[in-house]
């Protein structure tokens, strides 16, 4: 099958076009990175999915699925122009997916869609509503994206498009939210609090989209790895130092000292967990995740 990749040249991209070339998909990606030497069966085109460029790969190359991963955090991209890359380029690649008679397409969100309250049941179903607007306003782009491509589901009923809500990616690769987090030699904690986090290896993440894209999944799926663990155990199992600070100079402290720069939201996303619950896509996938929590942390370290 032919597969358009956007933001293929990210990290995990990069995995997920090889892993599907490697099962003889013939792929073509967008992404306004180079990516100069592709496997064989992949194809990059460097390009704005925005812009008409990219609407003209749709009309071209006549992909007949789509995964779509060009979206950006509020801690590897901290431009204004992020709601526009996340809304507007979700919105641009629908709408060709549509025009261009795709039959499949795959969106790669974040659990973190469901924000990080004290009055959240420790599991989030599917079902549950964006809290992350209200906890977290700089996530309101990638709720914005979401939720947009929710609504494929009835606005092109002829797609059959799946929304993964993934949690954090760790590991070799060292890129995401989790990873830009502990990156440095010291993570602050807030004085008193230790939220569980939920993570998964990236390769275990790149071979649940392509499960997704192979079981054509139509619907939201949460998609997670081995159970969650404690900020604290991640901090020091990755070879980190945990700095526990009292809230009241959490924020002032934060970029210096060797700490990590966060918007104010994330403050709750240091208090309490974003816990998911998966079984709906291990039930539909088989997904079963390669590497435990203690495999990925040392893959991590090591890295």
């Not at 990606?29 to 069966?41: F, K, L």
């Not at 071209?60 to 380029?89: C, K, W, Y």
């Not at 969106?107 to 004290?118: E, L, M, S």
């Not at 079963?288 to 893959?299: H, I, L, Y």
Request: hydrophobic share 40%.
């Amino acid at each position: 099958m032919k597969v358009l990749v956007t933001g293929i040249s990210g990290a995990l991209g990069r995995v997920v076009a090889t892993k599907l070339a490697e099962r003889g998909n013939d792929v073509v990606g967008i992404d306004v990175r180079p990516w100069y030497h592709p496997p064989e069966g992949v194809k990059v085109i460097q390009a704005d999915i925005r812009k008409r460029p990219a609407e003209d790969v749709f009309r071209t190359q006549r992909p007949e699925a789509l995964i779509h991963m060009a979206t950006v955090t509020h801690l590897t991209h901290r431009s204004r122009d992020r709601f526009r890359i996340n809304l507007g380029g979700t919105q641009a690649v629908f709408d060709h997916c549509a025009t261009y008679g795709f039959k499949h397409a795959v969106f790669v969100g974040r659990h973190t869609y469901y924000g990080a309250t004290a009055e959240s049941a420790l599991y989030h179903t599917e079902a549950e509503p964006p809290m992350a607007v209200h906890s977290f306003p700089e996530l309101s782009d990638l709720v914005a994206a979401d939720l947009y491509a929710g609504s494929a589901l009835w606005r092109y009923p002829g797609i059959d498009t799946a929304v993964l809500r993934m949690c954090y990616t760790l590991g070799p690769l060292r890129q995401g939210t989790l990873s830009t987090f502990i990156r440095g030699p010291r993570v602050p904690g807030i004085l008193g609090f230790d939220p569980l986090f939920h993570f998964m290896h990236d390769y275990d993440a790149a071979q649940a989209v392509v499960l997704a894209f192979e079981a054509r999944l139509r619907g939201v799926y949460n998609v997670c790895g081995p159970p969650p663990v404690p900020l604290s155990v991640i901090v020091r199992e990755t070879g980190r130092t945990l700095v526990a600070l009292p809230e009241f100079v959490f924020r002032p402290l934060l970029g210096r000292f060797g700490l990590p720069r966060l918007p104010p939201g994330a403050l709750e996303h240091v208090k309490y967990p974003i816990v998911i619950d998966a079984s709906a896509f291990k039930k539909r996938t088989g997904f079963v995740p390669e590497f435990d929590e203690d495999a990925t942390m040392q893959a991590f370290r090591v890295a």
